[in-house]
């Protein structure tokens, strides 16, 4: 019931009507007419400033609502990136395990596989440490550039479904055949993959109400002003 438009509606008018009180105290408290009846400057005065009250205590809270939105999108992205090296660094892994296998039919089913899916990821990923190390001193602009986030968007997937082909092939080659080791190591991969997809939707749902928070009256008047746009789903 919160949720909906009538409510918010009837509890803004609650605390319109709450203000106005307040507005009417105060005036009566400075009030040096000597007049019993009326306290205000002028008609309405109590009404018009519980209003501009209420809206500059709206934007206030959107305001900082806003704030912590667009910190968490960051806190997030940089969440993904971790887990995403996090998975590389299991890949890395996956390869000396796999020159360690004893079957050499095994061996080279795994490493083919390795080989041919994960080669491209791992020229990307020298392409994207490149381009970070150059830009180390702007290490957060990728947030005030759409491209940047589209960028990082379709490597993200690109990765996700090559680990996911990766992990899927390796266990229907070493099928009853991996030792212990490997077969940890995937399981290991799976989850850190999990996670990173998870984080993913957290990201995107927090994009979600960030983008909603900016066209919220009476903020959306100033969001250009004081520099907020719309951010990019991943």
């Known amino acids: 019931m919160t949720n909906k438009p009538w409510f918010s509606v009837l509890k803004g008018i609650g605390i319109i009507a709450l203000l106005t009180m307040v507005w009417l105290v105060f005036f009566a408290a400075i009030d040096t007419s000597g007049s019993n009846t009326n306290y205000e400057p002028f008609n309405g005065a109590s009404i018009i400033c519980a209003v501009i009250s209420y809206l500059i205590i709206l934007f206030i809270l959107q305001y900082n609502k806003v704030v912590h939105l667009k910190e968490e ?32 039919e095994l061996k080279m089913s795994v490493k083919n596989t390795f080989s041919e899916l994960i080669e491209e990821e ?51 080659d070493t099928k009853g055949r991996a030792d212990e080791s490997l077969r940890d190591l995937m399981r290991e991969i799976k989850e850190a993959e999990a996670l990173v997809t998870n984080q993913r939707l957290y990201y995107n749902d927090t994009v979600s109400q960030y983008n909603k ?22």
Do not use: C, W
């Open 73 to 104: 999108i960051i806190t997030s992205y940089n969440a993904i990136e971790i887990k995403q090296l996090h998975v590389t660094k299991l890949l890395d892994q996956l390869q000396e395990v796999t020159d360690k296998i004893v079957d050499h």
């Open 122 to 172: 791992k020229q990307s990923d020298r392409l994207t440490a490149e381009g970070n190390d150059a830009n180390h001193h702007q290490t957060k602009k990728k947030f005030t550039s759409n491209s940047g986030s589209n960028n990082f968007h379709d490597h993200l997937s690109q990765h996700s479904e090559k680990v996911t082909k990766l992990v899927e092939r390796i266990e229907r």
């Open 213 to 234: 928070s900016i066209y919220a009256l009476p903020f959306a008047f100033l969001r250009g002003t004081l520099g907020f746009k719309e951010r990019d789903y991943m």
